[in-house]
């Protein structure tokens, strides 16, 4: 990332009023410094020469004071101003990593998705000191060191020569060293975001792992990844030790040499005393800007490093939606013309044609990974067939392709319910009725049809029982009869079930059935993923779902057939925001 990345300011538009705060503090500080240098000449170098009393330069000591307070007042409000900004800025960007991950679909999180979860969570943390510590000092470079030399120059120009000739060997090996931190630091957040990918799938597994007796197998693995971590982090410390203590051995070597310089000119009275206190006063300050640059840039590496993965996220193209408004459900027919997903090596679903009228049950049926749930993700719009077309045929005849469709309109009037349903933080009540004021007739006759009423019944604050993030405080199954209440009480059209009985017992699958002929009795047109006999037998229609092996002529003109991609997006993939979203 650059200095100063233009697309920081595109992103966090927060960072703008940060910038120009401190570009205007930055000015001010070098008048300050200018001004506090020449002051405390001022004060000496009459003790000196005719040894004045403190009377005569009480007030250029008040004067000093007063420059000094004023620099502790500037520095504290850019301190200040520079943790809320970060806050700010960090937050923008996290909103808009979360916002562009939702917008590229379930096909690029099943890939990125775990990197991406660890890049917003702490990979952006690291960007603080970058707002905190390096942006300042970075202006400050670019205002005090302009300003002091010039003021040099205006003193005593032979100084003034020796700083700006010295002044370039700060960057040059700040430049050099920088690379290699940079280097470091992408390392350090590659392994990060590897180590909190393997976590994330090993905390998913974990109860899979703990029923066949191997939990404790992948510690070997974490810890050894863990030791990777604390490697490349030391390795980054280190490089970082080493640029400061250069950039400290340059700084000092560079104002001895104007120290020097001016210390003999000033024995052979080349130079008044004033200007050569205020010369070698003003010397620190020339490379102090510089030298913290370079040792800011170094503590806000990991940060830049975490700012190119969000700009990578963010400038990954998004492929383009319609704007077409939704036609009406309730009289739409669907229609799969010869639909097809790429998945290693494969067509998950391979050239899938079915119909699907409105007002029925329509069954997806088929072995485990051959894209039932990937189709239904295709009739969703959130993910484009690799080939094929799904097409929307209203009464007149007059034909829609799904992808010239405006999605917000299309999802109102859906209603997807995957078998991890997405379950918010808040009371039963608030989930099942997803903002809507239920009559307490209809939200009764809803819970009892799928048995949630019994659940209900045994908790102490019924309705109002508090469920943590994803449904905790509720079983899976019982989960699952939250969602389908919710689906009964909604208004859409379409109703989308994916696997509605997988975690219930003989019993409950009786209520599942009487759920869907319920739905379909309302006019709904229900879209069951099923595998059991009992869900099957219940539907209108059964479209058995295949998948094919590409050929070498397929591969080569897709090449995303080759692509390390999940075919089948049963997990965090599913669109939360089509669960049970009113109209």
């Known amino acids: 990332m650059k200095p100063l990345d233009p697309r920081l300011l595109a992103y966090a538009?927060?960072?703008?009023?940060?910038?120009?705060?401190?570009?205007?503090?930055?000015v001010i500080s070098a008048l300050l410094v200018v001004?506090?240098?020449?002051?405390?000449?001022?004060?000496?170098?009459?003790?000196?020469?005719?040894?004045?009393?403190?009377?005569?330069?009480t007030p250029t000591l008040v004067v000093l004071a007063l420059i000094i307070g004023l620099r502790l007042i500037i520095i504290y409000l850019n301190k200040a101003f520079a943790h809320r900004a970060a806050q700010n800025a960090i937050k923008e960007l996290r909103g808009a990593v979360i916002d562009k991950a939702h917008a590229l679909g379930p096909r690029w999180r099943?890939?990125?998705?775990?990197?991406?979860?660890?890049?917003?969570?702490?990979?952006?943390?690291?960007?603080?000191?970058?707002?905190?510590?390096?942006?300042?000092?970075?202006?400050?470079?670019?205002?005090?060191?302009?300003?002091?030399?010039l003021t040099m120059f205006y003193l005593d120009w032979v100084s003034a020569i020796f700083a700006a000739v010295t002044i370039p060997l700060i960057p040059i090996f700040m430049i050099l060293v920088g690379k290699l931190t940079q280097e470091y630091s992408r390392q350090k957040l590659a392994t990060m975001e590897r180590l909190g990918s393997q976590l994330l799938d090993l905390v998913a597994g974990l109860p899979t792992l703990a029923a066949l007796g191997r939990e404790k197998s992948p510690a070997q693995h974490v810890h050894r990844l863990g030791r990777l971590h604390a490697h490349t982090t030391m390795q980054t410390l280190r490089?970082?030790?080493?640029?400061?203590?250069?950039?400290?051995?340059?700084?000092?070597?560079?104002v001895a040499l104007v120290a020097v310089e001016v210390g003999l000119r000033l024995v052979a009275a080349?130079?008044?005393?004033?200007?050569?206190?205020?010369?070698?006063?003003?010397a620190p300050e020339v490379y102090l800007p510089l030298r913290e640059v370079g040792k800011n840039f170094h503590a806000s590496a990991d940060g830049v490093a975490a700012a190119e993965a969000a700009f990578e996220v963010l400038e990954t193209p998004v492929e383009p939606h319609g704007t077409q408004p939704a036609p009406d459900l309730a009289h739409t027919t669907v229609e799969f013309d010869s639909v097809g997903v790429a998945a290693r090596g494969a067509w998950s679903p391979g050239n899938l044609s079915a119909r699907l009228t409105p007002g029925k049950i329509w069954a997806l049926s088929g072995p485990s990974g051959v894209g039932k749930t990937t189709a239904v993700m295709c009739l969703l719009g959130v993910l484009e067939p690799t080939r094929g077309t799904i097409k929307l045929l209203g009464e007149d005849g007059e034909e829609t392709n799904l992808n010239d469709v405006d999605l917000d309109s299309w999802h109102r009037q859906l209603t997807w319910v995957p078998q991890n349903p997405a379950i918010t933080p808040g009371t039963i009540l608030q989930n099942v009725a997803a903002g809507r004021n239920l009559p307490p007739a209809e939200l009764q006759a809803a819970a009892k049809l799928t048995g949630l009423d019994q659940i209900v019944n045994q908790l102490p604050q019924k309705w109002d029982t508090a469920l943590g993030h994803g449904g905790i405080g509720l079983s899976v199954g019982q989960r699952q009869r939250l969602a389908l209440t919710r689906a009964l009480v909604s208004t859409s059209k379409w109703i989308i079930l994916d696997e509605p009985s997988a975690h219930l017992d003989a019993v409950s699958e009786t209520q599942i059935v009487r759920v869907i002929s319920q739905l379909k009795q309302q006019g709904r047109t229900v879209i069951v993923i099923a595998h059991r006999q009992a869900v099957t037998q219940l539907a209108d229609g059964v479209i058995e779902?295949?998948?094919?092996?590409?050929?070498?002529?397929?591969?080569?003109?897709?090449?995303?057939?080759?692509?390390?991609?999940?075919?089948?997006?049963q997990i965090s993939a599913t669109p939360q925001l089509l669960e049970g979203e009113p109209q």
């Open 110 to 149: 099943s890939t990125h998705g775990h990197d991406t979860a660890t890049l917003v969570t702490r990979g952006l943390d690291d960007l603080g000191p970058y707002f905190i510590s390096y942006l300042p000092q970075l202006v400050l470079s670019m205002t005090v060191t302009p300003l002091t030399i």
């Open 270 to 282: 080349h130079i008044e005393l004033m200007p050569a206190l205020a010369t070698i006063m003003l």
């Open 239 to 254: 490089v970082a030790f080493l640029s400061g203590a250069i950039l400290e051995f340059l700084a000092t070597l560079s």
């Open 13 to 26: 538009r927060s960072a703008r009023g940060y910038i120009a705060f401190i570009s205007v503090t930055g």
């Open 545 to 569: 779902v295949t998948t094919t092996a590409a050929t070498a002529e397929e591969m080569e003109k897709w090449p995303q057939l080759a692509a390390n991609t999940s075919a089948d997006l």
């Open 35 to 57: 001004a506090q240098a020449i002051t405390i000449a001022m004060a000496i170098s009459p003790v000196i020469t005719r040894r004045a009393q403190l009377e005569e330069i």
